[in-house]
């Protein structure tokens, strides 16, 4: 029997940063996860920070969020308007005391932090929240467990990668970094 194909939510909201969204969800597909892109608008249609509309598969409302293997948050100025979203809040704390995969990057980590899922790990972020962290890394991208983190945009490939590690394995993430003429940091 062949493995279930591995699941990935990633949330997205008005006021995203665009490459922070979709080059997750680009690089998980390459990797044959099934992602779903969710709206915390109630609606398809997405406007991040450098007015570029994209459509979501779906709104967060209509998500069963226990469904997935890994739930991502990215960033972007509009992410910091869901620090009190009690949804996003139900789903990431969810996803946390199952044990099961989350990743957030540039300021989205201080939601994680803000609801005490980042207590006792190590983390990092945007130059502008990192200070919000309770154990803050200036690495580009940090693995505590079942809990990833990376700093922005310009980290976005690498951050990626190591989610597919996660989700499929090395193998899978070379290959995809291979095909994409990516050459990690370290």
């Not at 739930?71 to 946390?96: F, K, M």
């Not at 976005?156 to 990516?182: C, G, M, N, P, Y």
């Amino acid at each position: 029997m062949p493995a279930a194909t591995p699941t990935a939510l990633v949330i997205v909201f008005d006021g995203i940063e665009e490459i922070e969204a979709l080059t997750p969800v680009d690089i998980l597909r390459r990797a044959e996860i099934d992602v779903t892109v969710a709206s915390v608008n109630g609606h398809a249609a997405v406007t991040g920070r450098n007015q570029i509309t994209f459509s979501a598969d779906t709104s967060l409302a209509l998500v069963d969020s226990e469904a997935f293997d890994l739930v991502l948050l990215p960033g972007g100025p509009g992410v910091l308007e869901l620090l009190n979203d009690q949804s996003v809040r139900d789903i990431l704390v969810a996803q946390d005391k199952a044990g099961k995969e989350l990743a957030a990057l540039c300021a989205a980590p201080k939601i994680l932090a803000t609801h005490g899922i980042l207590d006792g790990r190590s983390a990092t972020s945007h130059q502008s929240v990192r200070d919000d962290l309770p154990l803050a890394s200036n690495a580009p991208v940090v693995i505590d467990g079942h809990i990833t983190t990376s700093q922005g945009l310009g980290t976005a490939v690498e951050f990626s990668l190591a989610l597919v590690e996660k989700l499929r394995d090395k193998t899978t993430a070379q290959q995809i970094a291979d095909s994409i003429h990516f050459t990690p940091s370290n």
